[in-house]
């Protein structure tokens, strides 16, 4: 039995136009053909976790999907074996992989020097038109591997409505438009947005100005081929699903049955990726993509970079605010993370954290869409350095130099857990994650450690050193209990709106049933 099980009852980023030339890769830099062919990579392990411009080792397999009706229905793969790569081989740049000039001084500028593996393995086969099953953790670049493709497609032969990328939620929608401009900045590509909980009126404008791109939440991409006049995706020739898991756990699967209705099969490229490989993304994928080759980094569902230090602390329940401020007060400067269970909870601790001096800043899905993507703005700015989220923060947001996640309330399960600490330790720098672990969580923590296929640090702290911060944070938390009294006595004189409309599904049709807006669940 484990030391803390036997504690369980006894705690502690020139013009583009229709007309513009065409740019062409150089024919030497055309990566060979793979097909009908499984290439198994595995790296170097050593890695220097300081390093920001080398991507960090994965094990790499690419394989060949090959469409039959038979192997649909029994969900096999077929495929031939190749010699490995030498692991000696020196890493490849974007120029190595076929990526023309523009595009790789754009990523160089951005400061991606090297690719990620996903890149690496990813690219070479959608320049050659291939679609692709992208399975690989958060933080491993997925955004660029599918950008840079549709990118030099487009400059190739540019047109409006180029590109459709789907994604779960409204921050990441305008992260990936962003990712899509800063690499395109050189030629001016169009982007819009289409998410829910916006005006759809200036989003309809936005298409009216036929971007290239359209990055949006399925809902509303579907709201607007249903209802805006003039658009249409009938010329789409590039189609990505991002976050596909999170995309079905979301109930998007209907909704993503009618888009791809109207989406043209013929001549359109389609890229799926995911951080896993369920029963529904493998029907997804069937239903979407052509003959696709699957690129996978991850040899675990649950696997974590190298480059993540994780650490849990057992706690008394009592005492977490106390060990939350100690822990804070060691790690002042960096950027930090807070995962809580409830919206509730997000905000009582933002307060109280506020009240005792630290910059701290709300995170949840009850705040509008301007008030989220300011909270985001001043955490990516570090006007702010603390960020206390619920779980709408714990997938697809790319903040590259998080330092600290601390899960104050564990996560309801290892998959969660995941998502929630690869906000840190991304593109192959280091990161912390702690876990505070009480005499009512020492059940779960074990399933996540038994998932994680590995047992986690306990990081020991002086109790007599957390109790000296008692007075001080005492007054701070009836400061934050008589605020979120006042929130919430506010909220009762206009909050009947917003209970009414969470009990109809955010404004959605179908009474009860989940709205297309209703894009972030929460508990609590």
Same mark, same amino acid.
């Given at each position: 039995?484990?030391?803390?099980?036997?504690?369980?009852?006894?705690?502690?980023?020139?013009?583009?136009?229709?007309?513009?030339?065409?740019?062409?890769?150089?024919?030497?830099?055309?990566?060979?053909?793979?097909?009908?062919?499984?290439?198994?990579?595995?790296?170097?392990?050593?890695?220097?976790?300081?390093?920001?411009?080398?991507?960090?080792?994965?094990?790499?397999?690419?394989?060949?999907?090959?469409?039959?009706?038979?192997?649909?229905?029994?969900?096999?793969?077929?495929?031939?074996?190749?010699?490995?790569?030498?692991?000696? !081989?020196?890493?490849?740049?974007?120029?190595?992989?076929?990526?023309?000039?523009?595009?790789?001084?754009?990523?160089?500028?951005?400061?991606?020097?090297?690719?990620?593996?996903?890149?690496?393995?990813?690219? =070479?086969?959608?320049?050659?038109?291939?679609?692709?099953?992208?399975? !690989?953790?958060?933080?491993?670049?997925?955004?660029?591997?599918?950008?840079?493709?549709?990118?030099?497609?487009?400059?190739?032969?540019?047109?409006?409505?180029?590109?459709?990328?789907?994604?779960?939620?409204?921050?990441?929608?305008?992260?990936?438009?962003?990712?899509?401009?800063?690499?395109?900045?050189?030629?001016?590509?169009?982007? !819009?947005?289409?998410?829910?909980?916006?005006?759809?009126?200036?989003?309809?404008? !936005?298409?009216?100005?036929?971007?290239? @791109? +359209?990055?949006?939440?399925?809902?509303?991409?579907?709201?607007?081929?249903?209802?805006?006049?003039?658009?249409?995706?009938?010329?789409?020739?590039?189609?990505?699903?991002?976050?596909?898991?999170?995309?079905?756990?979301?109930?998007?699967?209907?909704?993503?049955?009618?888009?791809?209705?109207?989406?043209?099969?013929?001549?359109?490229?389609?890229?799926?990726?995911?951080?896993?490989?369920?029963?529904?993304?493998?029907?997804?994928?069937?239903?979407?993509?052509?003959?696709?080759?699957?690129?996978?980094?991850?040899?675990?569902?649950?696997?974590?970079?190298?480059?993540?230090?994780?650490?849990?602390?057992?706690?008394?329940?009592?005492?977490?605010?106390?060990?939350?401020?100690?822990?804070?007060?060691?790690?002042?400067?960096?950027?930090?993370?807070?995962?809580?269970?409830?919206?509730?909870?997000?905000?009582?601790?933002? @307060?109280?954290?506020?009240?005792?001096?630290?910059?701290? @800043?709300?995170?949840?899905?009850?705040?509008?869409?301007?008030?989220?993507?300011?909270?985001?703005?001043?955490?990516?700015?570090?006007?702010?350095?603390?960020?206390?989220?619920?779980?709408?923060?714990?997938?697809?947001?790319?903040?590259?130099? +998080?330092?600290?996640?601390?899960?104050?309330?564990?996560? =309801?399960?290892?998959?969660?857990?995941?998502?929630?600490?690869?906000?840190?330790?991304?593109?192959?720098?280091?990161?912390?994650?702690?876990?505070?672990?009480?005499?009512?969580?020492?059940?779960?923590?074990?399933?996540?450690?038994?998932?994680?296929?590995?047992?986690?640090?306990?990081?020991?702290?002086?109790?007599?050193?957390?109790?000296?911060?008692?007075?001080?944070?005492?007054?701070?938390?009836?400061?934050?209990?008589?605020?979120?009294?006042?929130?919430?006595?506010?909220?009762?004189?206009?909050?009947?709106?917003?209970?009414?409309?969470?009990?109809?599904?955010?404004?959605?049709?179908?009474?009860?049933?989940?709205?297309?807006?209703?894009?972030?669940?929460?508990?609590?």
């Amino acid at each position: 039995m484990s030391a803390l099980k036997k504690r369980k009852l006894n705690p502690g980023n020139s013009s583009l136009s229709d007309g513009a030339p065409r740019i062409k890769p150089s024919k030497t830099s055309q990566p060979k053909s793979t097909k009908n062919a499984i290439v198994s990579k595995t790296k170097a392990s050593s890695q220097d976790d300081t390093t920001e411009s080398t991507p960090p080792e994965r094990n790499v397999t690419v394989s060949e999907d090959v469409e039959s009706e038979a192997h649909d229905q029994a969900g096999e793969e077929s495929a031939l074996e190749t010699k490995p790569t030498d692991e000696d !081989a020196p890493k490849k740049s974007f120029s190595d992989l076929g990526v023309i000039d523009s595009l790789s001084e754009a990523c160089a500028n951005m400061g991606y020097k090297l690719p990620t593996p996903i890149q690496a393995e990813s690219i =070479p086969l959608a320049l050659q038109g291939r679609d692709i099953i992208g399975l !690989a953790e958060t933080g491993s670049g997925k955004t660029a591997a599918f950008a840079i493709p549709i990118l030099q497609a487009l400059m190739e032969k540019p047109q409006p409505f180029f590109g459709l990328v789907l994604a779960p939620t409204r921050e990441l929608a305008y992260q990936i438009s962003q990712q899509f401009e800063a690499l395109g900045s050189l030629i001016n590509v169009r982007c !819009a947005v289409l998410v829910g909980g916006m005006d759809m009126v200036p989003q309809a404008i !936005a298409l009216g100005k036929r971007p290239h @791109i +359209v990055v949006a939440s399925p809902g509303r991409v579907l709201d607007h081929l249903e209802n805006t006049k003039g658009f249409s995706l009938r010329n789409l020739k590039y189609l990505v699903m991002d976050e596909a898991d999170r995309l079905l756990d979301l109930d998007f699967g209907p909704v993503l049955d009618k888009i791809l209705k109207v989406l043209p099969r013929e001549g359109r490229h389609t890229y799926l990726f995911s951080a896993t490989m369920s029963s529904k993304v493998e029907s997804l994928q069937r239903a979407s993509l052509h003959n696709p080759v699957r690129v996978s980094i991850s040899s675990s569902a649950h696997q974590t970079v190298s480059t993540l230090v994780q650490k849990y602390i057992f706690l008394p329940h009592k005492h977490k605010d106390l060990y939350l401020i100690h822990l804070l007060n060691d790690n002042t400067g960096q950027l930090c993370i807070i995962f809580t269970r409830t919206v509730n909870e997000t905000q009582r601790i933002s @307060i109280l954290l506020r009240t005792l001096g630290f910059g701290a @800043i709300p995170l949840h899905g009850q705040l509008s869409q301007s008030a989220r993507l300011g909270s985001l703005n001043k955490f990516r700015g570090r006007s702010r350095d603390i960020l206390v989220a619920t779980d709408v923060a714990a997938r697809g947001l790319d903040i590259p130099s +998080v330092d600290l996640v601390v899960n104050f309330d564990l996560p =309801p399960d290892s998959k969660t857990y995941v998502h929630r600490v690869g906000r840190t330790a991304r593109a192959g720098k280091s990161g912390k994650a702690i876990s505070f672990v009480t005499q009512y969580d020492v059940e779960i923590w074990l399933r996540i450690e038994n998932a994680l296929g590995k047992k986690v640090e306990e990081m020991v702290v002086d109790k007599e050193e957390a109790v000296v911060l008692a007075e001080r944070v005492g007054e701070a938390q009836r400061v934050a209990v008589r605020e979120m009294k006042d929130l919430h006595e506010g909220r009762g004189k206009k909050g009947s709106v917003l209970k009414g409309r969470r009990r109809d599904g955010g404004g959605g049709r179908g009474g009860g049933k989940r709205g297309r807006d209703d894009m972030d669940r929460e508990e609590g």
